[in-house]
């Protein structure tokens, strides 16, 4: 049996910096996967995905890339080239991270032989506190029924149904809960915590 690991990166805090993660929780709300798919909230963890990667043998990424497209562009990238984009004009920290977690894994000659990775091209990042613009949370959709076939193609059926999963976010950090219960702007700083602000008092 094959194992797979469908990762979502990225941080829910920066508006459409968690694309990826949304995606994940989205497909195990969907989908009844089979014995031997996990999938994972990888948040922005770096090489403490590792150990999750040298244990797959077959690797598809969910994250928000910039490809320097029109915002809300979904693309598809497969195989080697999938550590260039990875580090390629990096939004954030995480995406450093995780192109050293697949180079680690590849020194140590435990890289999963296939790689796919599903990028949204991201509309918004400085909005601390902030939800998925609407032009990349439609893209949630497709991106998953893109995920169904690069399963199929690996030889994994994605049934309609769902897939319980410990190793995703807390409930009270899902989508529909961190969406509805942000402060309205008049009562939360969007570009980050203001306590930490240099002059703040």
């Known amino acids: ?17 968690g694309f990826g993660v949304r995606c994940v929780e989205e497909m195990a709300e969907r989908f009844a996967l089979p014995e031997g798919v996990k999938l994972l909230d990888g948040g922005t963890q770096g090489l403490y995905l590792l150990p999750f990667l040298e244990e797959a043998q077959a690797l598809l990424v969910f994250d928000a890339i910039d490809y320097g497209l029109p915002p809300g562009t979904l693309r598809l990238i497969e195989g080697d080239e999938v550590p260039a984009f990875m580090g390629a004009k990096k ?23 296939q790689m796919a990775l599903i990028g949204c091209q991201p509309v918004e990042l400085e909005d601390y506190g902030g939800g998925l613009r609407p032009a990349v949370a439609a893209q949630i959709a497709p991106a998953l029924e893109m995920a169904q076939g690069i399963l199929a193609r690996w030889g994994i059926t994605a049934t309609s149904g769902t897939t319980p999963s410990p190793d995703l976010a807390d409930s009270a950090i899902r989508r529909d809960a961190y969406e509805s219960g942000r402060p309205a702007a008049q009562d939360a700083c969007r570009t980050g915590d203001d306590r930490f602000f240099p002059g703040a008092r």
């Open 91 to 113: 939004m954030s920290l995480h995406q450093t991270g995780f192109q050293d977690v697949i180079a680690t894994a590849r020194l140590l000659g435990r890289c999963p032989p």
């Open 1 to 17: 049996m094959m194992q797979v690991l469908i990762l979502g990166i990225g941080n829910v805090l920066w508006a459409d910096e």
